[in-house]
């Protein structure tokens, strides 16, 4: 998605002058130079190839002495900001949203998340494989942070997120898939790969491709 904004701002089809942006979370002592920070990889992957302004970034500080204050300052430049009008996000493979794990109260907003085992495998592998080095803490929004924006867009792709997707849109809400809080929000896009949707019915899929035909039309127009 970023290469692709990229690619957008070089043909000057898009600025990000006046764009201002919230991420979603941030490892907990984790320097802030560290290749695997969000501050890190924000800054390589999109922000140093766009026009942003410096000053209209806003990260989660992990390394911060009072994550409680720095929690609550967060979620009031939000509110300062006029709130978030698109959030984007993925998701992991047991259905959880920025740090926002299995048993997460679906009413959270940014706070200190401990960050549960699977979450520290999956991750390891951008640390060498080593689990000693994983971050096991992390500053995140909530999922009531993320349903207060105007429209949300879920990104999902691969075989090992099927699951996810089938809880999120298929099963009841629970705090044990937290993305399927999106359910109850007024404007939530899901978008998916073929891979990912092969937990889903045939006929689940069948539905949302048989929208694509008219959706298109919308978008052209």
Do not use: W
């Amino acid at each position: 998605m970023y290469k692709k904004l990229i690619e957008f701002y070089n043909a000057g089809l898009v600025s990000f002058k006046m764009v201002k942006t919230f991420n979603m979370d941030e490892y907990v002592d984790l320097p802030r130079d560290h290749p695997e920070s969000y501050h890190s990889f924000m800054f390589e992957n999109f922000f140093r190839h766009i026009d942003i302004e410096p000053s209209n970034i806003h990260i989660l500080d992990g390394n911060t002495s009072d994550h409680e204050k720095e929690c609550s300052d967060y979620e009031s430049k939000i509110q300062n900001a006029g709130g978030i009008d698109l959030f984007i996000g993925g998701i992991g493979p047991d259905g959880h949203i920025a740090f926002n794990e299995p048993g997460s109260s679906l009413a959270s907003r940014t706070r200190i998340k401990t960050l549960n085992e699977d979450t520290i495998q999956a991750n390891a592998r951008f640390f060498g494989g080593d689990l000693s080095k994983v971050p096991t803490q992390a500053l995140t929004v909530g999922v009531q942070t993320v349903m207060d924006a105007r429209e949300v867009m879920i990104l999902i792709t691969g075989s090992h997120k099927a699951l996810a997707l089938h809880q999120a849109i298929e099963c009841g809400i629970s705090h044990m898939c937290t993305v399927s809080a999106m359910q109850m929000h007024k404007c939530a896009t899901f978008v998916a790969d073929e891979d990912a949707t092969l937990e889903l019915k045939v006929k689940t899929v069948k539905y949302f491709k048989g929208l694509m035909t008219h959706h298109r039309k919308l978008v052209e127009f």
